[in-house]
């Protein structure tokens, strides 16, 4: 048995760990991460739509979700899908999506995503102060194609106001004047000014280096087959022991956390992104096109287009048909982008780690004194990194944490 005096062990070196390691370290804390792919390899934050977005206040499990998730079973290139299998965590995940998705459960995560996501944007704007990752603060267009979304997500930006945040209804005119450079085929829009977007990929690496800067290790192709209360062993028998474990395992999360004695449901949401180089257009702010649930983000002198929710477990296959779904509507929307720029572009695919209420868990795990999990984000795994690595050294150092985390307690479904 390995043993390291003061070493914080974090299973996991996505986005969520590794914001954990930085701010640990930057506490002068002794940490290893460790990551099951290989240096440089996949995950689920390196490719994604690179998006910070306070003008997610509502989460995934809302009223409406389900009665049109049904009616996209039938459609093969539909934005949310879950895939039939024989899986009783797949059920009882459905089952209390399905109690959640009401508008109760959005009032009362309302404030708190708020809260979260404008803290975790002040967090990333001191990080652009210490390395570049492309941090754009221009905010981001919902656009909408047809006149009823754009009446529900007019409505959505009057909760928005009332939450205080910046938001402006827009008109095809005031789209143009936001941004000039593109041409859209919408109805409308809004506008969420503190939204913000950057290369994801670059702000990973270099957060890493700034975390191993401030003595924080990495060891990579490192897989945990079970997490006990200040130890970790590896899949090959390899027991490493720590004064606290951090699990921030992403989509696998689960799986580790039935070593604890403690149930923390979840499964792996599968989205895709494709990177055009030299797109026929070049969009100055971030998009979310509303009926197709698809996310445009410009990257430098690149374009990212990411969309679709399926449910999947972890497989990262890739299915053509949504891939095609997600193109038609980014040419629909923006026509200056052809689909033969598509053609032979790398379809990239990660799993987002979905809870059943569509809430992170950060906290300690009851009855483990030296254990914390930190994951569950789902599609605010980017956005919200920042905010988490704070709250959980926070929690490392006895503070009381500065944004209150009993709606994200780790046993709540147990």
């Known amino acids: 048995m390995g043993a390291v005096k003061e070493r914080i062990i974090i299973v996991g070196g996505g986005v969520i760990g590794t914001c954990c390691a930085y701010y640990l370290a930057r506490e002068g804390r002794d940490v290893l991460v ?45 934005p949310f899908y879950v895939r039939p ?45 210490e390395f570049d990752f492309g941090l754009q603060r221009r905010g981001l267009l919902m656009l909408c194609e047809s006149g009823e979304l754009l009446r ?45 977007h950057l290369n994801p990929g670059r702000f990973l690496r270099g ?34 022991t720590g004064t606290e474990v951090i699990v921030a395992g992403g989509a696998w999360m689960a799986e580790l956390s039935r070593s604890l004695g403690t149930r923390v449901p979840l499964q792996g949401g599968k989205g895709y992104s494709m990177t055009l180089e030299n797109p026929g257009a070049r ?10 649930k698809v996310a445009v983000t410009p990257m430098g002198d690149s374009l990212r287009v990411a969309g679709t929710m399926e449910i999947c477990g972890n497989d990262l296959s890739i299915n053509e048909r949504r891939v095609q779904g997600i193109i038609k509507a980014a040419c629909r929307v923006f026509p200056e982008l052809t689909p033969g720029e598509f053609e032979g572009v790398k379809r990239w695919s990660g799993l987002r780690p979905c809870s059943p209420d569509g809430l992170p868990y950060v906290g300690r795990v009851r009855g483990r004194d030296r254990v914390l999990v930190a994951g569950g984000h789902a599609m605010l795994g980017l956005s919200l990194g920042p905010i ?10 006895g503070k009381g944490p500065t944004i209150p985390v009993e709606q994200l307690a780790v046993d709540r479904f147990s």
């Open 34 to 78: 460790l990551e099951r792919e290989e240096e440089g390899g996949d995950n689920c934050s390196r490719e994604n739509a690179g998006m910070v977005v306070p003008s997610h206040f509502t989460p995934l499990a809302a009223p409406g979700v389900v009665t049109q998730g049904l009616k996209w079973l039938l459609d093969a290139e539909s």
């Open 388 to 397: 988490t690595g704070k709250l959980v050294t926070e929690l490392v150092e």
């Open 152 to 196: 529900e997500e007019e409505a959505l930006a009057e909760r928005a106001k009332a939450l205080g945040l910046r938001v402006e209804v827009c008109d095809p005119d005031r789209l143009r004047e936001l941004d000039p450079d593109v041409e859209m085929q919408v109805r409308g829009g809004i506008w969420y000014e503190q939204d913000c």
């Open 85 to 129: 299998r024989l899986s009783l965590d797949l059920a009882r995940w459905g089952l209390s999506f399905i109690l959640h998705a009401n508008s109760r459960h959005v009032a009362g995560s309302a404030e708190l995503l708020r809260d979260l996501q404008l803290a975790s944007r002040e967090l990333f704007k001191d990080l652009a102060e």
């Open 207 to 240: 957060l890493k280096e700034v975390a191993v800067q401030k003595g924080a290790e990495f060891r990579y192709d490192c897989r945990v087959r079970e997490v006990g209360d200040g130890t970790v062993v590896l899949e090959g028998g390899e027991e490493l």
């Open 283 to 292: 969009p100055g702010l971030c998009s979310l096109l509303g009926e197709a």
